[in-house]
């Protein structure tokens, strides 16, 4: 069976940092597009970054470039995002994603992922 466990959720200030790991069980990062993405109530879900375990080329939503940064460990078959100087408007669950590469995405995952990760709450406070 696979299994991607997303941790390191929880609740931070505004202009905190958190980081997020997902580790992946039942296959193999590198064989699949992966990435982050989050989702508030309500509000359709935003894919946030993607990275191509190849190469380390990464891709980033406008929202958070500059501030989040995604990066994965082969060995351990594990992929994380840093959050740095994260607001309010971050907050939301976020889900990590391995999916098949598909022809015109590249290294990431669509929006309808074959696999997807438990999801964590990251909150943060104003």
């Known amino acids: 069976d696979v299994q991607l466990q997303a941790s390191g959720g929880g609740l931070v200030q505004a202009g905190g940092s958190l980081r997020l790991s997902c580790a992946a069980s039942?296959?193999?990062?590198?064989?699949?597009?992966i990435g982050w993405f989050r989702q508030v109530p309500g509000k359709e879900r935003e894919r946030v970054s993607c990275?191509?375990?190849?190469?380390?080329?990464?891709d980033y939503a406008d929202s958070v470039k500059g501030r989040f940064t995604i990066s994965s460990d082969n060995a351990k078959n594990t992929m994380y995002l840093q959050m740095n100087s994260l607001k309010p408007e971050d907050t939301a669950v976020y889900y990590c994603?391995?999916?098949?590469?598909?022809?015109?995405?590249?290294?990431?995952?669509?929006?309808?992922?074959?696999?997807w990760g438990q999801g964590t709450q990251v909150t943060v406070s104003s």
């Open positions: 990275i191509s375990v190849s190469d380390g080329s990464t």
């Open positions: 039942g296959l193999t990062f590198a064989n699949y597009a």
């Open positions: 994603a391995a999916d098949y590469f598909y022809r015109g995405l590249g290294y990431c995952p669509s929006n309808l992922p074959k696999y």
